[in-house]
């Protein structure tokens, strides 16, 4: 069973900083993986999407990355912002059971101003 | 853009009672699921539909059922409601072909059962 880990559980940040939220998984046989923001209270926003066959997905001041052999995926912040404090998690599409996700229990990230 | 709605967002019921959850999308998708998201136990799978009147158990379905009478509406159903059901529940809608697979979820419905 596939299982998702996130580390850190918390982080917090002096804004301007770069940083990298980590993301593995244990059956590296993956379809995708995708990186969501939550907000206190709120859903979940996708944030980026990388296909098994991709090693990295940029949007704005995010780069996601994907090294399927290590069971691996880093999300990088470019600048931070107080903006950008939220909960980020990961979820990985299984092959097998292509229409479910497993999810990380996400890091919880501070950036103060 | 994609739009997943739940009807209710802040929901308070009694012990025993039936527990209707709503989630409607817009943009024709064949899967849809519920999720619920406790603390310390992250998003939890309870069911999903990858058709209409088509449904699949996810990892926790125990106490609850779903309908999928159209295509873009898709029902979590509690029959008879207990405290440990009290959590917020996420419904989420995805293409098994377009925009990647990327999922889509809606802003939860928070249910305290008293």
């Known amino acids: 069973k596939q299982e998702v880990t996130q580390i850190p559980a918390a982080l917090s940040v002096p804004e301007g900083e770069n940083l990298v939220l980590n993301c593995s998984f244990t059956d590296s046989a993956i379809y995708n993986l995708q990186w969501f923001r939550q907000d206190p209270g709120k859903g979940l926003t996708s944030l980026l999407l990388i296909q098994s066959s991709q090693r990295e997905q940029t949007s704005g001041r995010l780069n996601a990355s994907l090294d399927k052999s290590s069971g691996r995926s880093t999300l990088y912040i470019a600048a931070s912002q107080p903006g950008d404090s939220a909960t980020y998690l990961c979820?990985?599409?299984?092959?097998?059971?292509?229409?479910?996700?497993?999810f990380g229990s996400g890091t919880q990230l501070t950036v103060l101003p | 853009d994609v739009k997943v709605t739940q009807s209710s967002r802040y929901l308070v019921k009694r012990t025993g009672e039936k527990v209707f959850l709503e989630c409607v999308q817009d943009m024709d998708h064949e899967n849809m699921f519920w999720y619920r998201q406790d603390p310390g136990l992250g998003l939890r799978l309870i069911y999903f539909s990858y058709d209409v009147k088509m449904k699949e158990k996810g990892d926790i379905p125990e106490g609850y059922s779903v309908s999928r009478e159209k295509k873009e509406r898709f029902s979590l159903i509690l029959e008879s409601a207990s405290t440990n059901q009290t959590s917020m529940y996420l419904c989420?809608?995805?293409?098994?072909?377009?925009?990647?697979?990327?999922?889509?979820f809606g802003e939860g419905s928070w249910l305290t059962v008293v």
């Open positions: 989420a809608s995805s293409s098994p072909t377009g925009s990647g697979n990327t999922i889509y």
């Open positions: 979820a990985v599409r299984g092959v097998g059971s292509a229409r479910q996700l497993t």
